[in-house]
């Protein structure tokens, strides 16, 4: 694991509200699908993002990207704050932030082979002269593990993996300073999961890039993750080194998902845990907690620091 201590991204209280489909009378017209949530992402890390379906994991991925515009809070990132920057403002950072989605047939044009695929950022970003693109591309190919001879083939004649390693590559071509990987390897087959794991950790290595890491599999996320960041209904409830939020989980949230676990901690909540709806003031997770006591019905509690780099939002939390 790589020590990172240096800042490369910094969210600060990101929120991005949609709106709301709730239609009573009376009822908020938007919501929060990301909900003031305050974060660094470090130089080299792989920090991991879990928490069950809906808890703004990716809404969270995307306007990191400025594919979402945020409704407010900070994403600092070199010289600027990329929240609040306008399209133009942005094209200077682009090629630094790149993305690798769920399904990667989806993400490529049917049409174009896996040359042409590689070389149109090449060619967006003017990042290298005509005549040497298609020596990228080669070399592209083999840094993710394939034959260069997979340059003319189109995306439907690939595996899911093989796929999968072009979309890699495809983010990689441009050198980015950081990969999002939004439940990237979760369409994949079990064997060839843990070579699109291990490839993301060579990746990170040879690049000198930080990856936020997407996922709904908390083996997969202890397997890969130097640091775990826990989502629950737009907040981040707990985040720390992975080792420790795996072996001693501090919000009872967390408690809860890794109750679903065959190692869980002998202090995991029950999975009815997961039965209630979020409470609407106060703590989200207070209708589901099994802790709850009357005053976490007050406020939602910040994200506070527990030493070590482990912080957890609950007003009960052991220290
Ligand atoms: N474009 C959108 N417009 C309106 N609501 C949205 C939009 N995208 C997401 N949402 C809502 O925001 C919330 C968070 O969704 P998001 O897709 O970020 O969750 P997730 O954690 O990625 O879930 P999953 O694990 O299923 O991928 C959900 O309630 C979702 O329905
Ligand atoms: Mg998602």
Known sequence: MTVASE???????????????AREAGAPRQFRAVDEVTLDIRAGEVLGIVGESGSGKTTLAKALLRLYRPSAGRILYRDADLAALSDRGLQPYRRDLQMVFQDPLSSFNPRYTVAEALAIPLRLHKLCAASEIAGRVDDTLRSVGLNPSFRDRFPHELSGGQLQRVAI????????????????????DVSVRAQILNLMKDVRASHALS???I?????????????????????????????????????????????????????????????????????????????????????????????????????????
């Open 215 to 319: 996922t709904h599999d908390l083996h997969v996320a202890r397997y890969l993750c130097d640091r775990i960041g826990v989502m629950y209904f737009g907040k981040l409830v707990e985040l720390g080194p992975t080792e420790d939020v795996f072996t001693r989980p501090r919000h009872p949230y967390t408690k809860a998902l890794l109750g679903t676990l065959d190692d869980a901690p002998a202090d995991a909540a029950a999975p009815d845990a997961f039965a209630a709806p979020p409470s609407p003031t106060g703590c989200r997770y207070a209708s589901r907690c099994p802790q709850r006591i009357d005053r976490c019905g007050e406020a939602h509690p910040p994200l506070e620091d527990l030493g070590g780099g482990h912080h957890a939002a609950c007003i009960r939390v052991e220290r």
């Open 169 to 188: 590559g495809r983010a990689l071509i441009l050198s980015p300073r950081l990969l999002v990987a939004d439940e990237a390897v979760s369409k994949l």
């Open 211 to 213: 990856i936020l890491f």
């Open 7 to 21: 800042s490369l991204v910094t969210l600060d209280a990101l929120s991005v509200a949609f709106p709301s489909r």
